[in-house]
């Protein structure tokens, strides 16, 4: 049987150790898991109420289009300054599913490159190997995106460019007016993705807007994050008709459950929890950043709800923490391992384990 060499030499995607994982392993029953950047609070009883209504419903297909999910995207995407319509919406199983199709869509040939930055999402490098194309990895400016040092990557064969804003696992964020700058100067032969995934934690940015001027922009975002709903995998991506057109054309049919789409509408109704998310995730950056400065350690400034750090010695440092029920994310930055904000109990539980752990060393 043939194998692609390009698919034999893909390692599988690092998700971040499950909870029941470490539970079996350790036999421990108190296990805190800061590893993936979700939602530490679970969702609201209303959103759980319309998934409850739903339940019996699921000897039925979903429905493909997602009709109610794109109404209610509209709706909520859409103000005075910008008008966002069920054509230039389309959902996916998460956003990661709508990374790929971008990437299927637009890459043909062995020869095309695709261009991220250093320290980027884990995810751009994985899609482009397993299409057989070629990765053109940008040097990072202070552990973000250099998007200077991006454009100048370009070539007659750049066929995407993937940012993600703000970007994980850095947290380091680009200001809209940056952005704009940046696609101003991109060939729009150039499909370039906007990953947004954790754009609910920033504000004073607006990117929809550019979608009017650059059909070749695909600005993604999910429930995962901020809304809590990363276990049932939906996400949408938005850009002009012609181009959420082809994507649709290549994306598997019912992408997104019935389940994730009835709890995605609920979800965007209820911006009061998103509000507190948001409030707990500043007040639980707050106390990691005081936590690190007061014991030296370097972190990275980060807009999303996560915050890497500087421990040095990372593989022992994160088994150490494992083996004190913490869960966190070693990543590709030498030196710093990633920790999702918790709530504060979480926040204060993985501090002192890590006080611990780096007093043994
Ligand atoms: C978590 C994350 C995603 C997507 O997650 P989904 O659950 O697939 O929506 C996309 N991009 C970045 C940068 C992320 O951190």
């Not at 995407?160 to 032969?189: E, H, K, M, Y």
């Not at 709530?343 to 611990?356: C, S």
């Amino acid at each position: 049987m043939n194998i692609c060499t390009h698919i034999k030499q893909l390692k599988p995607y690092q998700a971040g150790k499950p909870t029941s994982d470490l539970a079996r392993e350790l036999g421990l029953e108190n296990i805190v898991k800061l590893a993936s950047n979700e939602r530490p609070k679970p969702i609201s009883s209303n959103i759980e109420q319309a998934i409850i209504r739903q339940l019996r419903e699921v000897n039925r297909y979903p429905d493909n289009n997602g009709f109610a999910l794109k109404v209610a995207l509209s709706k909520h995407l859409s103000n005075d300054k910008i008008q966002v319509n069920n054509e230039q919406l389309i959902l996916g199983n998460g956003s990661s599913n709508i990374l790929e199709l971008a990437a299927k869509s637009c890459l043909c040939q062995a020869t095309d490159e695709v261009v991220f930055s250093e320290y980027a999402f884990m995810l751009y490098g994985l899609i482009t190997q397993s299409l057989g194309v070629k990765a053109v990895v940008v040097p990072s400016k202070n552990y973000g995106h250099d998007l200077t040092a991006m454009l100048a990557t370009i070539t007659d064969k750049t066929r995407l460019i993937f940012i993600a804003n703000p970007n994980n696992p850095s947290g380091t964020f680009l200001r809209d007016a940056d952005i704009l700058a940046f696609l101003q100067q991109v060939p729009n032969t150039i499909m370039v993705v906007l990953d947004e995934a954790y754009v609910e934690y920033v504000s004073n940015y607006q990117t929809l807007h550019f979608l009017n001027k650059f059909p070749n922009l695909l600005i993604t975002r999910t429930f995962s994050k901020a809304y809590g709903l990363a276990g049932l995998r939906v996400g949408y991506g938005i850009a002009n008709p012609e181009l959420i057109d082809y994507l649709n054309r290549i994306r598997a049919p019912f992408n997104v459950n019935t389940l994730a789409e009835v709890a995605a509408v609920a979800a965007l109704k209820d911006q009061m929890s998103l509000l507190e998310t948001i409030a707990l995730n500043t007040k639980g950056m707050a106390q990691f950043t005081q936590a690190f400065a007061a014991m030296s350690l370097e972190s990275i400034p980060s807009n999303a709800n996560f915050i890497s750090v500087k421990t040095g010695n990372t593989n022992k440092v994160y088994n150490d923490l494992l083996a004190l029920g913490f869960i966190v994310r070693p990543i590709e930055i030498p030196e710093f391992i990633r920790i999702s904000i918790g709530t504060k109990n979480e926040n204060d539980g993985v501090i002192a384990a890590l006080k611990q752990v780096l007093k043994n060393d």
